[in-house]
T-cell receptor
Framework: QSVLTQPPSASGTPGQRVTISCSGS????????VNWYQQLPGTAPKFLIN???QGPSGVPDRLSGSKSGTSASLAISGLQPEDEADYYC???????????FGTGTKVTVL | QVQLQESGPGLVKPSETLSLTCTVS????????WSWIRQPPGKGLEWLGY?????????NPSLKSRVTISIDTSKNQFSLRLTSVSAADTATYYC????FGEGYWGQGTLVTVSS
């Protein structure tokens, strides 16, 4: 049972904006940056962006990460079919002394 | 282009030791962190731990007594050892660069724990 909670699913039509939330606590999101990962069907996850909006080269700028208090968000603007994937948030938890992943959100492009 | 490839047995018996190796090509292990992350079938991700090129490590406390990560920079490999496995350890195991997989990832290898 993860300490970071995400909605199981999110969806939108092409071109829409979709936001995925990640709810944590003062021991994780409240004090540490949040990373976001994308896992396309049948492939390994890859790091997308963090809550400071920093990510590897090649990540489209229509993706943005942010956090406020003990919650974080990943926003996908201009939704495209290739965005259909599972998305995971993650952060260091000072109470558990471990890196924890969120429960994951499946994004469907309608 | 840096590439990572996991290798090891796909089937391990309960109570035995799971051993996997990650071979890195296209780059050096030096001055980087290297990590292991796993994913049970149909479930989410779990961080297992990381090792720095110097050999320093950090592990997930929930597995700390059973997990060991080692590195051999001369072979450009790092390894995972998980003792006393049970069915709950059945998962796809990924190796990755950086402490929490912020870099390159391997394709993953499925390890099933079954007699």
């Amino acid at each position: 049972q993860s300490v970071l909670t995400q909605p199981p699913s999110a969806s939108g039509t092409p071109g829409q904006r979709v936001t995925i939330s990640c709810s944590g606590s003062n021991s994780n999101i409240g004090i540490n940056p949040v990373n976001w990962y994308q896992q396309l069907p049948g492939t390994a996850p890859k790091f997308l962006i963090n809550s400071k909006n920093q990510g590897p080269s090649g990540v489209p700028d229509r993706l943005s990460g942010s956090k406020s208090g003990t919650s974080a968000s990943l926003a996908i603007s201009g939704l495209q079919p290739e965005d259909e994937a599972d998305y995971y948030c993650a952060a260091w938890d000072g109470g558990l002394n471990s890196y924890v992943f969120g429960t994951g959100t499946k994004v469907t492009v309608l | 282009q840096v590439q990572l490839q996991e290798s090891g047995p796909g089937l391990v018996k309960p109570s035995e030791t799971l051993s996997l190796t990650c071979t890195v090509s296209g780059g050096s292990l030096n001055s980087y962190y290297w990590s292991w992350i796993r994913q049970p079938p149909g479930k989410g991700l779990e961080w297992l731990g990381y090792i720095y090129s110097s050999g320093s490590t950090d592990y997930n406390p929930s597995l700390k007594s059973r997990v060991t990560i080692s590195i051999d920079t001369s072979k450009n490999q790092f390894s995972l050892r998980l003792t006393s496995v049970s069915a709950a350890d059945t998962a796809t195991y990924y190796c990755a660069r950086d402490r929490f997989g912020e870099g390159y990832w391997g394709q993953g290898t499925l390890v099933t724990v079954s007699s």
